[in-house]
């Protein structure tokens, strides 16, 4: 089991930066591909970053490419995403998740935090 506490969230401008950060704590934990999603009110959950847990493999919707940095620091069991430039079309519930396995699909994750809000204002 892997259990997974994001914060970090908050109502911010556009153009604001904001950086979320995912607490992992479990027996596997640093050895799971982290990946952060997010859902805006009416949509679907979306896949935004992910990393790999040697941290050589990293993958960004395109929404978020060149905006976003995803992180994650092993020894402290944590995941962070650095989000500049935030648009208010951003504006959702972040969640965090691991899996064992690579991969961006949704379906893939096994172990989901309970989210973030992240507001970002015109």
């Known amino acids: 089991q892997v259990q997974l506490g994001e914060s970090g969230g908050g109502l911010v401008q556009a153009g604001d930066s904001l950086t979320l950060t995912c607490a992992a704590s479990g027996r596997t934990a640093s050895r799971n591909v982290m990946g952060w999603f997010r859902q805006a009110p009416g949509k679907e959950r979306e896949f935004v970053a992910a990393?790999?847990?040697?941290?050589?493999?990293?993958a960004y919707a395109d929404s978020v490419k060149g905006r976003f940095t995803i992180s994650r620091d092993n020894a402290k069991n944590t995941v962070h995403l650095q989000m500049n430039s935030l648009k208010p079309e951003d504006t959702a519930v972040y969640y965090c998740?691991?899996?064992?396995?690579?991969?961006?699909?949704?379906?893939?994750?096994?172990?989901w935090g309970q989210g973030t809000q992240v507001t970002v204002s015109s």
């Open positions: 990393i790999d847990w040697d941290t050589v493999r990293t």
């Open positions: 998740a691991a899996t064992p396995r690579w991969g961006t699909r949704r379906y893939l994750y096994d172990y």
